[in-house]
């Protein structure tokens, strides 16, 4: 049986600490319970699909494999793979996983008196991992039984938690289960349960793999935005950088907006008020033999003055490159020119990697160029092999200077490597 279905959950970390929050975190970073052991624990267990909580989860839980039985659990040796994806099939990097079964009996647990099937709130065969930058997950397991005495098919338990994505529970069931008739098929169908088929590969473990398809938190001030640009009311530019949808930064739809809209020549990347040193860098886009290109489309985006990519911590969970809060897109004028108006970014905190800037060029419509653009002044890029490993490394270096106006002004070139 499921645990209890819940509501859609937009993953929004609160500004104010949570106190459950902290508590299961100290708990985990001291090792005196493990994530898995932690998510159903009853201390936890509640409230472990809000936010607060599942930031903590996600930030310990295992990268992408885990082992679910403990050591030595009797049983047929399984292994389970799938992908966790949107709706149109794209991957979701570091979604939160949470799967847990029957074992070879078909009990949660040892039976008791008060459950004896076992307690599925605190299931011995379980684990707790996120998903790679391809959606990825595997699970190394043995083979479920059916419940004792029943014909329920044999199944394994998946709780799944994205950003931005409504909450997925779910099932997987085995397609050569003799339990699994036409209507438990059906059954399981009507459920949105996961079937598959299951092979063996060539040491004899069994094989069952499907993905797990998420589906998005709906966000009316998409439609918002959209009807403001349409009547001339507000700018892609100038919705990138309003303070009242500063949360939808981390939303791919919100980001593709952006990119749809993206204006030539110039793009403001810092919102108003932007704590920082104020910075302009203007760059040169050009072919191999130097001859300017046009209308390429150009992908930036940086850490704040703390050297942070998310709002709430350094490094954002599902991929700085695809969250960063500050970020743009624009696109080269006639002259191969673009300009970010943005502030100084910070180096990461507890490193010595030189602050930069990223920057995607896309010509054609295939990216030809990945780089960094760095700063000739930043104590972290003096000492010699650091600003070796940089040219190696293809990353542009420009020197800022500071004008009346307190904005730091630096120019670059970007060479792509084609004619």
């Not at 699970?139 to 029943?150: H, V």
């Not at 897109?329 to 100084?344: E, N, P, Q, S």
Request: aromatic residues 6%; charged residues 25%; negative net charge.
């Amino acid at each position: 049986m499921s645990l209890l279905l819940v509501a859609a959950l937009a993953l929004t970390v609160a500004n104010e600490p949570d106190p459950l929050a902290e508590s299961l975190r100290t708990a985990v970073e001291s090792k005196s319970i493990s994530p898995k052991d932690a998510y159903a624990d009853p201390r936890w267990s509640e409230r472990r699909r809000e936010p607060a909580l599942v930031e903590v989860f996600l930030e310990t839980a295992t990268p992408t494999k885990a082992t679910l039985p403990p050591p030595g659990e009797p049983g047929e040796p399984m292994v389970v793979t799938g992908r966790v994806v949107d709706d149109a099939g794209k991957p979701i990097m570091d979604a939160l996983l949470f799967a847990y079964q029957a074992d070879s009996r078909g009990l949660y647990s040892e039976p008791t008196a008060a459950s004896p099937g076992g307690d599925n709130s605190r299931p011995r065969i379980a684990g707790l991992l996120r998903t790679d930058y391809e959606g990825k997950f595997e699970l190394t397991t043995i083979r479920p039984a059916s419940y004792p005495n029943t014909r329920n098919p044999q199944h394994i338990h998946y709780e799944v938690f994205a950003p931005g994505f409504q909450p997925r529970i779910t099932e997987i069931v085995f397609e050569d289960d003799p339990v699994l008739t036409p209507e438990s098929r059906a059954q399981a169908v009507r459920s949105n349960y996961l079937i598959s088929a299951v092979t063996r590969d060539a040491k004899g473990v069994q094989r069952a793999s499907s993905d797990v398809l998420m589906t998005r938190v709906p966000e009316p001030r998409l439609a918002e935005i959209r009807r403001a640009i349409a009547d001339g009311k507000t700018t892609g530019p100038a919705a990138l950088v309003d303070p009242r949808y500063e949360d939808m930064h981390g939303d791919p739809r919100f980001r593709e907006l952006m990119r749809e809209h993206a204006p030539v020549g110039a793009v403001a990347l810092a919102f108003p008020g932007e704590p920082g040193t104020p910075l302009e860098a203007t760059v040169t886009v050009t072919d191999a033999s130097g001859a300017p290109i046009a209308n390429a489309m150009v992908y930036a985006y940086h850490t704040d003055a703390r050297g942070w990519y998310a709002k709430d911590r350094p490094h954002c969970f599902d991929g700085d490159v695809k969250h960063a809060r500050l970020f743009g897109w624009v696109k080269t004028g006639a002259d191969g020119k673009f300009a970010l108006k943005t502030i100084r970014p910070a180096g990461y905190p507890k490193s010595t990697l030189p602050a930069h800037v990223h920057v995607h060029v896309e010509a054609d419509g295939k990216s030809t160029l990945v780089t960094e653009m760095l700063f000739e002044d930043d104590p972290r890029l003096a000492p010699p092999d650091v600003r070796a490993e940089a040219a190696k490394e293809g990353c542009v270096i420009a020197r800022p200077a500071v004008g009346a106006d307190g904005v730091q002004r630096a120019s670059y070139d970007l060479r792509l490597a084609r004619p």
